[in-house]
């Protein structure tokens, strides 16, 4: 198919609007705490030690699940920011689309059930994270919903690279801007947790099927670590080597 020739006539990307390229993903997966320059960041900043490196505690890759249709935005749209927030953070993150049926797969075969690699921006308002008046202890104190899932909380996009046109999973700069300030700057061979364990972790916790989104986690530079959060005007580009660029703006 990829060698054969295409009817479509070709336009100019300047005369078209770009959607989503998957508009209602089955399962969004987001990996979290996954780059080592991100980890340590945030540890400095929360004044925190160290943490070890999971792999050496035993540990396994750790996803949370956002909403499909309601967080799901393009390329070039205008995102408003969620009106009971005012801590909404930026979090630049490659993502793979599942492209064949995946269940109970070995690291060694999983890059075999992806179709490709795109770019998410996981949106998260950070003063949501804790319930108030809940106990430290309880296992109700977290609001993922309000934290993760609000309206227009994953810009997606521009498209989806065939995973064969793309050279090193694990060797892929990444970067993103806030207007015209650089604020995340390293590369997947941060990963803690490498794509390939990722989807073998997953695959045994739930059957991964076409269309299924991994967003593989983001590196350091996010606003929590600097006090710095986005208001309405702020112009965001998510760029990741070999796939392009990703821009969305924000209002209120």
């Known amino acids: 198919m990829r060698a054969g020739k295409c009817a479509a006539a070709a336009l100019d990307l300047s005369t078209v609007q770009l959607l989503a390229p998957i508009l209602y993903p089955g399962t969004i997966l987001c990996a979290g705490a996954n780059y080592r320059d991100h980890v340590a960041e945030m540890s400095k900043a929360l004044n925190l030690p160290p943490e070890p490196d999971p792999h050496e505690l035993g540990l396994k890759p750790w996803h949370f699940i956002k909403a499909s249709a309601a967080c799901v ?8 920011l969620p009106a009971y927030s005012k801590r909404v953070d930026w979090e630049a993150e490659i993502a793979v689309v599942i492209g064949r049926e995946c269940r109970d797969v070995s690291v060694d075969t999983a890059l075999d ?18 319930r108030e008046g809940v106990a430290a202890d309880s296992p109700f104190r977290y609001d993922w919903v309000s934290q993760k899932s609000f309206d227009g909380a994953l810009p997606f996009g521009p498209w989806i690279c065939p995973i064969d046109d793309i050279g090193d999973l694990g060797n892929l700069g990444i970067r993103l801007w806030v207007n015209e300030e650089l604020m995340q700057d390293s590369s997947s061979s941060n990963l803690i947790f490498s794509v390939a364990e990722q989807i073998s972790h997953l695959s045994t916790r739930l059957t991964l099927r076409p269309g299924d989104v991994i967003a593989t986690g983001t590196p350091a530079g996010c606003g929590a670590a600097r006090g710095r959060f986005l208001k309405p005007g702020d112009r965001v580009s998510v760029w ?3 796939v392009g660029v990703l821009i969305n703006e924000f209002t209120d």
Do not use: C, T
Not at 73 to 80: A, L, N
Not at 113 to 121: Q, T
């Open 240 to 242: 990741v080597e070999g």
């Open 113 to 130: 059930f992806v179709a490709g690699v795109s770019i998410v921006n996981d949106l998260s308002a950070r003063d949501h994270l804790r």
């Open 73 to 80: 935005r393009g390329p070039g749209s205008r995102i408003s």
